[in-house]
Each structure stands twice: as structure tokens, then as C-alpha cells.
């Protein structure tokens, strides 16, 4: 499927069914409607399953010290528009060969300081995750950026963590016996300490693997995973805040359909259960955080179509109903070709088969329909869909109340929204993306009308909701 236009801002439509047909492709069928062919699938917006409390910092975002458009003017409001609440950086494997003091990475000048970060995740309200340099660098040369750090504080307090990656034998890893949880609980335990002993409050996490059975794009090459994560939690589960784990659920560059994409958010709750139960056996308090993810640990033609949006959408929003403080995309700026293999890039960065630079790429778009849903207080629940092809959850916060229903058919879906209706008999807002229309549109409707039969567009996220989104 060729990449999508450059999307637009919202706009307000009437509600007249032939201009909103028109349009988005959502068709708001008529009260009363009734088809004597087939019962309408019903979606009921109060009858949630599995449901968490999500804060500001659910929707994350990986930043790199090499982003040669990091430091652009229109950064940190296209960030806030999607409520991006954590800001990881330096970015993946860089960080075990990265000084911040002079900012080289290999001897090499990066793009950009750790201090210029720190800038924009304080316009963003961003709280930064800083990954240190355990492959190359030493205790003493993380508690440094530390005690910088508090010297120069940002708005949030940080969070740390000890590597990137360093179970896998592709990490730079300096030490004896690399690679190995049993060196990497001896020397990141010092990492630990020398950073506690800067700032007792530190908040610090260590990597956490998984299987290939559950990812094969962060399983593959690790010897051992359940080791690793057994025996360093259990070494270190008493002087940690949180795991950070990375989810690639394909490996290399399959040939893959939008079926089996879509499949793997629906396997995010059996992922995060076997998190869970290490966590509650092995360090209870531990949060769990998603540090990278995206489809596969190689970019995909997928990755800049519309399939991208819905993806992204239903992955952020299962591991924030299964227990993720938050989740982080990888990447912002990924540099790569979007007309060749496929570009991990949020925003686009003006290579071969993009639009120009910092136009919003269809993962964008996942994340602001996802942002409508979470984040900022709103408890996330999960929703029983009655057709396989669609996703549906439910938010709440006071008296706002919204559902997102993502259609990944190639076809649309209609189902029978009950269960939510308008403040005080007011209209419903509505908000949808599409293939065939792959921008953010805003409308409104009846209650009546959405429990009548509300058609998805093929490929398309709709955000039902009691108000209007900020």
C-alpha cells in the first residue's frame, strides 16, 4: 500500500451522513436502523475487562543523540500534541558507547548534548530516561552525569537505567565475561550504588529480555533469556524501580500480512503476565516499562502505511492495560527509506519516499488516536469485540468517557455502540483515521445513532467520546 499523504490538521464536519461518508469513509447509520440479513455486532462501552490506571507518562518516545532534527523548532509542540510523557535518550545501542560529557559516541561529534535535550523534554513536560554507559563506561562516569544532572534539573526527575540491550552479544560490552547475567549483576550493581550514592532518590532499572517464543525480534541471539532475567532480578530486585523491556515481535524483514501484525498486540497480555509474575517473585514494586519498541528490530514497508497507525494504537494501548507505566516507540528520527525497506521514523525525515521533514508518518497518527484514550489520568479497559478484525477499549476519567475502536479489515466492520452517550443529551464527538483518509478527523453524533450501527472504515481507528478531545 503506498504511504499516505501528508496528514492535515483536524477539522469539525455537520453531521449530515453523505458529507461524513464523504469525507472519512464513517458511516453513522440512520435511528432505527435495523438490517434483516445479520445481527449487528454490539461493542457495550461499560462492560470492560482488563483495566489499569494510566499517568502522563504512558506514552513514551525514543529520542538519539545522532538526530539531526531533534533540536528543529516544531519538535516539542508536535510532541505535546500526542502527549508524549517520557523521552528516552540517547538512543538504543549508542548509549553503551556514549560520553556525555563531550557527547562523542566512537570518537564521533553527535547531533546533539544531553543538555539540549534535557531543554525540550522541559517544554514537552517530558520526564527523560536516561540509559548509561555500562558497555564502555564505568560507575564513576555514570554518577557524573547524575550529579550534572541535579545540578542542571529539568522539571520531572529522571529515570536511569544500567545498558541498553547488554544481554545481547550485538551491545558493546567492555566487560569479563560479557553478555552474562552473572558479570553484568557484579558490574551493574556498581552502577547502582555509585549512582545512589550521588542521588539516594534515583530512580533505576535494568534490561529485561524475552524469549523468541514471545518476540523474535528481541529474543534472537540471547542465550538464555529466562536466565538473565532470573538471576539479575534476583540478584538486584531489591535496588531497582523498574525493568525496561524491548518488544520487536518480528525478526529481520518478513514477508507479513496486516493480519499477523495486528496479531501481535492481541499476544501483549500473556507477554506482560509472564513479566509480571517474574516481577512479583523476584523484585515486588518494580515497574515495567516498554523502553523500544516497533514491529520488527529491522524497519518494514509497513512501518510507513496506514497499517502502521493501527499497530501502533492497539500495542501502546495493551501493554498500558496490562500493567506498562509506559511505552516507548522507537524512533522519532529514524533516518530511514521509506520507498525501500521501510523507515522506523514518527516523523518523517525528508529521505527517498518521504514527505518533507517533521511531517507526521502514520505512526504519528496511532499515537494521537492512542492519546485520546490514555494517559493524564484516564483508567484504560479493554473491551470484548465480537469481530476478530476489530480492537476495542474504553477510558474513563470523572465524567468523560471514550471508546476506540480500530478496524484492521480490508473491508469496514459496522458494530452497535451501547453503553455511552453525551454530557447532559449532548452529541457524541467522534474522531477517526483511515486508510482511504489518513488524517485525524473530528465530527459529532447522536448516541442513538452510534447504538444503531456505526460503520468502521477499512483499516481505521475511531475515538468515540462524551466530550470533546483537548
Do not use: C
Amino acid at each position: 500500500m503506498a504511504r499516505s499523504p501528508i496528514p492535515r490538521p483536524f477539522r469539525t464536519v455537520l453531521p449530515a451522513a453523505a458529507v461524513l461518508a464523504a469525507v472519512t469513509g464513517l458511516v453513522l447509520a440512520p435511528s432505527g436502523f435495523a438490517d434483516s440479513s445479520h445481527a449487528v455486532p454490539v461493542v457495550h462501552a461499560d462492560a470492560g475487562a482488563a483495566s489499569a490506571a494510566t499517568t502522563s507518562a504512558a506514552l513514551g518516545m525514543n529520542v538519539a543523540t545522532w538526530d539531526q532534527h531533534l533540536l528543529d523548532p516544531g519538535i516539542p509542540d508536535l510532541l505535546s500534541k500526542i502527549h508524549v510523557g517520557v523521552l528516552r535518550y540517547p538512543g538504543g545501542s549508542t548509549s553503551d558507547d556514549y560520553d556525555w560529557k563531550s557527547s562523542t559516541s566512537g570518537g564521533q561529534k553527535q547531533s546533539n548534548d544531553y543538555r539540549q535535550f534535557d531543554r525540550i523534554a522541559d517544554q514537552v513536560g517530558a520526564q527523560p530516561l536516561f540509559t548509561v554507559n555500562y558497555g564502555s563506561g564505568t560507575p564513576e562516569h555514570a554518577a557524573a552525569w547524575v550529579k550534572d544532572f541535579l545540578a542542571h534539573p529539568t522539571a520531572k526527575q529522571p529515570m536511569w537505567e544500567i545498558g541498553n540491550e547488554v544481554y545481547g552479544p550485538w551491545e558493546k560490552d567492555q566487560h569479563a565475561d560479557p553478555h552474562t547475567p552473572e558479570s553484568y549483576v557484579q558490574n551493574a550493581e556498581k552502577f547502582i550504588d555509585a549512582i545512589h550514592k550521588v542521588d539516594p532518590h534515583a530512580k533505576i532499572g535494568v534490561p529485561y529480555t524475552l524469549t523468541t517464543e514471545q518476540a523474535t525480534g528481541t529474543g534472537t541471539g540471547v542465550d538464555k533469556p529466562e536466565d538473565w532475567n532470573t538471576k539479575v532480578l534476583s540478584a538486584l530486585g531489591d535496588k531497582i524501580d523498574f525493568v525496561d523491556m524491548h518488544w520487536y515481535p518480528f525478526y529481520g524483514t518478513p514477508h507479513v500480512t496486516n493480519d499477523e501484525i495486528m496479531a501481535q498486540a492481541r499476544r501483549v497480555p500473556a507477554v506482560m503476565e509472564s513479566i509480571r509474575t517474574n516481577i512479583r517473585h523476584y523484585a515486588p514494586g518494580a515497574k515495567v516499562l516498554v523502553g523500544e519498541t516497533n514491529m520488527s528490530q529491522t524497519p518494514l514497508p509497513q512501518d510507513n502505511q496506514p497499517i502502521a497507525a493501527l499497530y501502533t494504537a492497539s500495542t501502546l494501548l495493551q501493554y498500558l492495560v496490562n500493567g506498562a507505566t509506559s511505552v516507548d516507540w522507537w524512533d522519532l528520527h529514524d533516518y530511514g527509506f521509506a520507498d525501500k525497506e521501510g523507515d522506523f521514523s514518527v516523523l518523517s525525515t525528508g529521505r527517498p519516499g518521504e514527505p518533507p521533514v517533521n511531517t507526521p508518518m502514520p505512526t504519528y497518527s496511532g499515537y494521537r488516536m492512542a492519546s485520546m484514550v490514555a494517559g493524564g489520568g484516564f483508567t484504560l479497559s479493554t473491551l470484548a469485540s465480537p469481530e476478530k478484525s476489530v480492537d476495542a477499549f474504553t477510558a474513563t476519567r470523572g465524567d468523560t468517557r471514550r471508546v476506540l475502536l480500530a478496524n484492521s479489515a480490508d473491508t469496514a466492520r459496522t458494530v452497535k455502540l451501547k453503553g455511552l452517550s453525551g454530557r447532559n443529551g449532548q452529541h457524541l464527538h467522534l474522531y477517526t483515521y483511515s486508510a482511504a483518509h489518513p488524517s485525524v478527523t473530528a465530527m459529532w453524533t447522536g448516541a442513538g445513532v452510534a447504538a444503531a450501527g456505526l460503520t468502521l472504515p477499512a483499516q481505521s481507528i475511531t475515538v468515540v467520546s462524551t466530550n470533546a478531545v483537548e
